[in-house]
């Protein structure tokens, strides 16, 4: 019997100039507060000031929270809704990468609730309370081609006292409106292009092995795994191909499709312990690390063995007869982008440590592992860990 439910709500501007559209939708108020990261890029290229100016074209005043971290923390998310209370916000725009949106997500929902954030995160030290009151709606502007938030309900964040870095979502943290606009991704340096790259590939890949995968899903998954390895190496090695950069854009906002309709894998669960304890890691940094050993496991499985040969063939290589050419040609793109020597100690990471990570992993998003295609264990994932490391 096949069960699934389709839904995402999120209105989605695709398209190169779509940024100049803002001014032109049915936004959710007349106030509203933008979430962007510490960093100065966005200022830097202007792209704050083109979201204050089409804002303001609309009738619509502007308050700035500009503290959030790359890999976001509960601190911000209590300090960014304080804010939203006290300005009386309406509505909060995230402008930038994952980090951003995720934050803007968390924000909207501490807008409108009591408590402590943890107070409504499932897993780990968190209560799992259900949110009294809807969220305040939610536009996201990505400037990255990562994460997939626009598309899909879900955020990240760090409880920093204790490593806890847990995802969360539900019907009301959907952005109301996403703009996807691949000119605001031309400045992303090349380092941080294939991390985006890579977390939006396994967001596809996951999602496609995933025990709660469907037809609509894994039409999307395939789809998404083919542009990125299509269009990744180039947007790497040329951030300024438009050509690429719109290829990577739709493969992104696809891929929080699937992470709508399935769902990340245990993969996400070990790669957040490891930047969970670790911040400075980039999430997809972590993924790229951790991934050859992770499909490798899977393939010695045969748990999905026709599903890995599958994502083979969409990412170019058409031969593709046996579950290991997955990791084979994971492996061609990770050196086509330069990512193909990345070692957890350069982060500080310690291999005595490996083990406390896989049980953070477990203890904080085991549920993910209920998914897996097969069983992983805590011994599976330190082995992974250790096959990893350099």
Known sequence: ???????????????????????????????????????????????????????????????????????????????????????????IVGLGGGSSID?????????????????????????????????????????????????DPWTVVTKEETSEKIGFGYDGTFPALSIVDPELMATVPPFLTACQGFDALFHSTEGYIARCANPVSEALSLKAIELIGKHLPTAVNDGKNMAAREGMAVANTISGMVESLSSCLSEHS?????????????????????????????????????????M?????????????????????????????????????????????????ARDTMGDLFLLDPAPLTEADCIAIYEQSYR
């Not at 699934?4 to 108020?29: C, D, S, V, W």
């Not at 083979?312 to 058409?318: N, T």
Request: with cysteine; aromatic share 8%.
């Open 1 to 91: 019997m096949m069960n699934f439910t389709y839904y995402l709500p999120t209105r989605i501007l695709f398209g190169a100039g779509m940024l100049n559209e803002l001014h032109a939708q049915k936004l959710p108020g007349k106030k509203a507060l933008i979430v962007t990261t510490i960093g100065k890029s966005i200022k830097k290229y202007g792209y704050l000031d083109r979201v204050e100016e089409q804002l303001a074209k609309a009738g619509v005043s502007t308050v700035l929270f500009d503290k959030i971290l790359p890999n976001p923390v509960k601190k911000h998310v209590m300090e960014g809704a304080a804010l939203a209370k006290k300005e009386g916000c309406d509505f």
């Open 312 to 360: 083979a063939r969409a990412l170019g290589k058409e031969n593709a007869s046996h579950p290991v050419d997955f990791v084979a040609a994971l492996a061609e793109l990770q050196a086509a982008c330069g990512v193909d020597n990345l070692k957890m100690s350069d982060y500080g990471i310690r291999r005595k440590d490996l083990p406390k990570m896989a049980k953070n």
């Open 270 to 310: 070990l790669e957040h312990a490891l930047s969970a304890y670790h911040p400075d890691l980039p999430h997809g940094a972590g993924l790229i690390m951790i991934s050859q050993a992770y499909y490798t496991h899977f393939a010695r499985t045969h748990a999905c063995d026709a599903k890995l040969i599958d």
């Open 103 to 151: 934050s803007a997500k968390s924000i909207a929902l501490m807008a409108t609730n009591e408590g402590d954030y943890w107070d409504y995160i499932a897993g780990g030290s968190g209560k799992a309370r259900i949110p009294e009151n809807r969220p305040l709606p939610v536009v996201a502007i990505t400037t990255t081609a990562g994460t997939g938030t626009e598309a």
